[in-house]
């Protein structure tokens, strides 16, 4: 007996059928490796770096806080031990303004510092030589056997300097070749400065000043100023009207 052909419906149902496409399977994650996980120091490395690039200074403070704490425990504990000596000494001029002091590790007093401040007598526009008056002021300086005196006026419309001291036609030059560097203003140039609430040697004065310098070190050997054969010590005033300047004088060295 021949067979007859079987319908569609007796097909097995895990034939595939060609006329479809086959069927897509989900994605299992059994078959891909884990997502990479961003750990929590990672993060913090990443974001200390993002902060240091837009604020480096912070780097700096960061690097520098432990130095500053160790400044500051040794100062305080220096200051604490009672053996440094800072005392006011007697002098002719303003004694409250004079001072000594020591090294708390120098038994022997050698190593010293001294401060002092002195006034210059008022004077006009001018440069003068202080090499004498400073040493009247300062007589400290003949008990040093090395060291050095540092000379600074603390005001800007004057200035010291180092310069010839024998030819008084110097000073007045050096006066005239100032103004004619820095003029006043005048009626060809009245506004030449912006600055005038003194006058018009106001503006001037400050310039000159900043030219010429507002301190002097000289060095110290058996109790005198290694200053060379035509050198003095001068006291530049830029001001028309006189005015009395302070200067403060620090010496550093080793007592004889």
């Not at 000594?100 to 120098?106: D, I, R």
């Not at 007045?172 to 003029?183: A, G, K, W």
């Not at 400065?193 to 000289?218: C, F, M, N, Q």
Request: charged letters at 20%; proline letters at 10%; aromatic letters at 10%.
């Amino acid at each position: 007996m021949p067979s007859q052909p079987t319908s569609d419906s007796d097909e097995e149902p895990n034939q595939p059928n060609p006329r479809q496409p086959p069927p897509i399977r989900p994605l299992s994650l059994e078959h891909h490796p884990n997502p990479p996980v961003i750990s929590s120091t990672t993060t913090l490395i990443f974001f200390l770096i993002l902060i240091l690039a837009f604020f480096p200074g912070i780097f700096h403070f960061l690097w520098a806080f432990p130095l500053h704490c160790v400044n500051l425990l040794f100062s305080l504990g220096f200051r604490g031990s009672g053996s440094s000596h800072l005392s006011p000494t007697t002098g002719s001029h303003n004694p409250a303004d004079s001072y000594t002091y020591s090294s708390p590790n120098n038994k022997n007093n050698v190593n010293m510092w001294y401060q002092k401040q002195f006034s210059l007598p008022a004077r006009s526009r001018g440069s003068y030589l202080i090499t004498s008056e400073v040493l009247e002021a300062l007589p400290q300086i003949k008990e040093y056997k090395v060291g050095l005196l540092n000379l600074f006026v603390q005001h800007t419309s004057c200035a010291l300097s180092l310069n010839e001291n024998w030819d008084p036609d110097v000073r007045e030059d050096m006066s005239d070749t100032l103004d004619r560097i820095v003029p006043e203003a005048g009626p060809k140039n009245p506004t030449l400065y912006r600055h005038d609430a003194e006058g018009p040697d106001d503006l001037p004065a400050h310039v000159k000043s900043a030219l010429i310098g507002a301190s002097v070190t000289i060095p110290i050997k058996d109790g005198k100023l290694q200053t060379g054969t035509w050198q003095g010590i001068w006291y530049l005033e830029f001001r028309a009207a006189k005015h009395t300047r302070r200067v403060v004088a620090t010496i550093q060295g080793e007592k004889a």
